[in-house]
């Protein structure tokens, strides 16, 4: 699909076909694409619960004011950031000390410069994981039309409760969750509302 199409015809899908599963290699083709998003110093914060079992959707419906799209998707994936992604645990630390040849330096520096922007209070470390993992769910989006599957973000969700229901790690923070699936073409979604544009958002300094 052409990439202003794709902007132009994503839609948030309140209805998804029940009887249309989504096959594990085109989510898997979506999570491979989405995850080229950007993030600082390619840390990617950030990784994702899905929800595919009922019983996995059902809990996560309670817990989303009872959305009924989170069940009614074959899949409803949780966003999860992770506040502690600038630090020693994060793989991506030794990838990018081998793909700059074992520069140590370079990446005790990177680390440090990280540790400092991300990790040195809890508001940095959550704009961090919050920040980066939003662009993964955008990219998610995108992917997942490019693919010809429809997505639908939320945040009117109880994101303290899908924490402990779901087992995260107190580091971690649920960012958003996105059902994806097929839409119901039985049902008409309300028409796309207009955006506020250049001239009312942009100011040039
Ligand atoms: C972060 C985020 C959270 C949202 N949460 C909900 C939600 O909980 N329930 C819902 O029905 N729509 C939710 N929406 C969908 C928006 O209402 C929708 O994106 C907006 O109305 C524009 O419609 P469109 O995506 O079809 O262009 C959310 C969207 C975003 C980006």
Known sequence: METKALYQERRSVNYFDENK?????TLEEIINLAVLAPSAFNLQPWRIIAAESKEAKEKLKALSNNQSKVAEAPVTLIIVGNKNGWDESNPVW???????????DMV???????????????????????????????SIMIAAKELGVDSHPMSGIDFEGIHKAFTLQPYETVVMTIALGYVDHSKTLYPKRPRRGFNDILTVV
């Open 21 to 25: 599963p989504l096959s594990k290699s």
């Open 94 to 104: 030794e990838e990018m000390l081998q793909s700059v040849g074992n520069n140590t």
């Open 108 to 138: 005790d520096g990177a680390k440090q410069a990280a540790a400092f922007l991300y990790g040195s209070n809890e508001e940095r470390s959550l704009k961090f994981a919050e920040s980066n993992a939003g662009l993964l769910a955008m």
